[in-house]
């Protein structure tokens, strides 16, 4: 996986994931389920486990997910809480060549299990299931339940279900049945082998004495009859084994048809389920579409309120200045009256001494340039560097928002004026262009106005639907004319020039005509216009009801949309010569009059001297006068203009205010008379209480079904352990059969050979008569065999020497 060491803690309730694409959200579940068992292939993240294994990384990777063990009521759900404590721990270890282990660890961290069953155990108890598609939905198994056939959408419902576990439960149930037949019916065998060997044992032993043969064919009579007699009882056990799983295979079928009959009635419920989901989504964006008007609507009635706030506002501050003024004005004027008659004759005594002293100035002044040009030299200028020439930058990679636009010829001027600068900049879409271009200026030489940039991403045409003008006005604008065939230079337009709320007509008259509504001096646009180009370059607006109308002053060509960049460099150049001509001459005339200059400075230097004390002198009375004047002018004409703006003010704030009204007025009846969106909210209303029917039926016959599937679980056991209990007795039955054949047969043996032997005596040997007999017999065999034990055949082939010996001593004496 991506990440080193990565925990996350998550809390006891419901918890919620999010992020971008590719942030690994699925890595966790994927975690999960892989530390829960899971196959790398079932992850769809991996052909073998070993690839979770970090790359790069030698060691091995391990997965620890910490369970909750407690129900916090002190119930059963805890899954063997005196062993585990309050917590499981559950690690699973993926080794580098492919290997996995399991460790289940208690509270303290101490292991407590490696079974992968104790495991599935945990997992079965908790209810953790993590291959079920309806748990964990996976990327795959979402395409297969959107995309996929009918038989890959059963499969999903057989999964979410648990109906595919339950196949495979059935299957393992009834492949360990018979492997327990056939177990038992191998060691029944065995049985009967040993049993047929002690049956020759006991042949060759009870035929040492008649009566202890006809003892034994007794007993073997006597256990003859018990045997047939519980037989009896297990053929009688057998038979109503027999009809008790009779009829639990009835009640299994029974119940296996009514839970066919749930899952049939849940999934036609689920379909109804989608279907109104369906008509919900629809409803939903049916109600989004008409919100957009109302919103609109009430958007505009909330901006008009606002306006009408402040225009109450507004008018009644100017009220309150303009009598705040007029109160004013009469003392100012009467102050700066009596103040400004002494500053005037003051001032007029100073002007006269300067003017006096100026002309004096002037003539010396004069005389000296006369002087100056009689004794003029003759002198050339040639430039040492070629600091004019122009530069020439390609830049690749990059492109300009000219180069990509077009426009009937006729209106290149006005679109040009209209964009402004926009034309002329470089659009980058990331840092590494833009520190480009900056390279790329550098080695032009530009300057900070020339060569600029528009940083936007790359993120194709957004602006589906501008706020465009209403009705014809909309082909008019800017954006409709001018042809853009980037989307990416359309978007930057839009973004820096607002072409959408600038009109383009061919005449001024039919502009006005078209765009303008009401008086003059209360002129206003069309909703959604800012500006009103004409072909020239020229434009209008409306400036607080005043039209403004603006003329072009600068190139009318239109070299950038229409592309002509031969004809804008020959035009360029020949601008370019001519200034360098004038250059060429002001350079001479530069050189000649800074001579003049010297000479004159000195001179004049001399007069200023004198003269400065005068002009500081006259200056300070002439500001002081200046000021005087203005303050009276300002305050003269304040009173004047002031008035006439305020009382205008005042009249067209009220007929605002009265227009606020009318148009609230109308946006509300508007939105009264509206009932589009409230009929698609009855709709949704509806929907939703299908939907809600819907959901209770689905968990109704959810519960039915699942209350038959617990039903039909139990009859399967039932049924198992009928047929384990009817296997077991017939087992049992063929057992006695076989041990009463055995039993018989062993009876009529020894009865011939106790008739070989003799007939039957009148009286038989009691059972502790034959046991004294046989351990007299067993007595002298355990001593030689304790004599003979660990001896060997030479040691023994001596002690037999020996022992003949003493027999044949023994039988001479």
């Not at 805890?78 to 282990?101: C, M, N, T, W």
């Not at 009318?556 to 002509?564: A, D, E, L, T, V």
Request: proline share 2%; charged share 30%; net charge neutral.
């Amino acid at each position: 996986m991506y990440h080193r060491k990565l925990r996350v803690s998550l809390s006891p309730h419901i918890n919620f994931i999010a992020g971008e694409n590719g942030s690994c959200k699925s890595a966790i579940i994927a975690a999960i389920q892989i530390c829960f068992g899971a196959s790398a292939r079932t992850t769809h993240r991996g052909k073998n486990i070993k690839a979770f294994i970090r790359h790069g990384f030698d060691g091995n990777a391990l997965v620890r997910v910490k369970l909750r063990n407690d129900d916090g009521a002190g119930g059963s759900d805890a899954f063997h809480p005196g062993k585990y404590g309050k917590q499981i721990i559950v690690e699973r270890l993926i080794r580098r060549d492919g290997s996995a282990e399991y460790r289940l660890k208690n509270e303290q961290g101490l292991l407590v299990s490696k079974l992968k069953s104790d495991l599935d155990a945990m997992m079965d108890h908790l209810n953790i299931q993590t291959d079920n598609p309806c748990a964990v939905l996976e990327h795959e198994n979402a395409k297969l339940f959107l995309k996929g056939t009918s038989q890959d959408k059963y499969k999903f419902f057989l999964q979410s279900t648990d109906l595919a576990k339950m196949r495979t439960t059935y299957t393992r149930i009834d492949e360990t049945t018979r492997m327990i037949a056939e177990s038992t019916l191998t060691q029944e065998k065995a049985k009967i082998v040993t049993l047929r060997d002690a049956k020759n044992k006991v042949k060759k032993h009870w035929q040492e004495a008649q009566k202890l043969e006809w003892f034994f064919v007794d007993e073997k009579e006597t256990v003859a009859a018990n045997v047939e007699n519980t037989l009896k009882q297990k053929e009688r056990d057998v038979v109503n084994n027999a009809e008790k799983l009779a009829e639990t295979k009835e009640v299994v079928e029974e119940l296996e048809k009514d839970q066919n009959e749930a899952n049939a009635k849940l999934e036609e419920t689920s379909t109804r389920m989608s279907e109104n989901h369906r008509q919900k989504m629809d409803a939903q964006s049916n109600i989004r579409e008409a919100r957009r008007p109302l919103q609109r609507y009430k958007a505009e009635l909330k901006r008009l309120t606002r306006s009408k706030e402040r225009t109450k506002q507004q008018l009644t501050r100017v009220q309150y200045d303009l009598q705040q003024k007029r109160d004013r004005h009469a003392a100012l004027l009467q102050s700066l009256t009596e103040g400004s008659k002494d500053l005037q004759i003051e001032l007029t005594n100073a002007l006269k001494e300067l003017e006096d002293r100026h002309d004096g100035c002037k003539d010396k002044k004069t005389l000296r340039l006369s002087q100056a040009a009689k004794a003029k030299p003759s002198c050339s200028f040639r430039p040492t560097t070629d600091t004019n020439k122009p530069v020439s930058v390609h830049i690749s990679a990059h492109w300009t928002t000219g180069n990509v636009c077009h426009a009937a010829g006729s209106v290149h001027a006005a679109i040009e004026v209209a964009t402004g600068t926009a034309l002329r900049n470089y659009l980058v879409v990331n840092g590494q262009d833009k520190a480009l271009v900056d390279k790329l200026r550098r080695q032009a030489h530009c300057t900070s106005t020339e060569a600029n940039m528009i940083i936007t991403v790359r993120t194709g045409y957004r602006y589906h639907n501008l706020e465009l003008p209403d009705g014809g006005l909309a082909g008019q604008a800017i954006c409709s004319i001018l042809q853009v065939s980037n989307d990416e230079v359309f978007n930057a337009l839009i973004d820096t020039c607002a072409l959408e709320s600038k009109l383009l007509f061919d005449d001024r008259e039919v502009a006005e005509s078209r765009v303008l509504t009401g008086p003059s001096g209360g002129f206003r646009v069309a909703n959604s216009v800012s500006e009103v180009y004409l072909p020239t370059g020229d434009k209008f607006v409306v400036r607080r009801g005043n039209l403004a109308y603006i003329a072009n002053k600068r190139d009318r060509r239109g070299y950038i949309i229409s592309q002509n960049v031969d004809r804008g460099i020959a035009e360029l150049e020949n601008k370019l010569n001519c200034l360098e001509k004038k250059v060429d001459e002001l350079r001479r005339d530069e050189t000649v009059l800074s001579h003049d200059k010297e000479e004159l400075g000195n001179a004049i230097k001399q007069r200023n001297d004198r003269i400065n004390d005068l002009s500081r002198r006259y200056n300070q009375h002439r500001v002081q006068l200046r000021c005087l004047d203005e303050e009276m002018a300002d305050a003269l004409q304040d009173h004047t203009l002031d008035t006439s703006v305020l009382e205008g003010e005042c009249r067209s704030t009220e007929d605002e205010l009265e227009d606020f009204q009318r148009r609230e007025q109308a946006l509300n009846d508007t939105i009264a008379s509206d009932r589009s969106l409230q009929d698609r909210l009855d709709a949704l209303e509806k929907v939703e209480t299908v939907e809600k029917m819907i959901t209770a039926e689905i968990s109704e016959r959810q519960s039915d079904a699942d209350a038959v599937y617990k039903r039909l679980r139990e009859a399967k056991v039932d049924e198992i352990t009928g047929q384990r209990e009817l296997e077991a007795a017939q087992a049992a039955v063929e057992k006695l059969e076989q041990h009463l054949v055995t039993v018989r047969g062993d009876c009529d043996e020894q009865t011939q050979i106790a008739l070989k032997l003799g007939g039957k005596p009148a009286e038989v040997n009691p059972p502790a008569h034959c046991n004294k007999r046989i351990q007299t017999v067993e007595r002298p065999l355990a001593r030689v065999q304790n004599n003979v034990y660990g001896l060997s055949l030479s040691e023994l082939k001596t002690q037999m020497e020996v022992q003949e010996a003493k027999y044949r001593q023994n039988s001479q004496l």
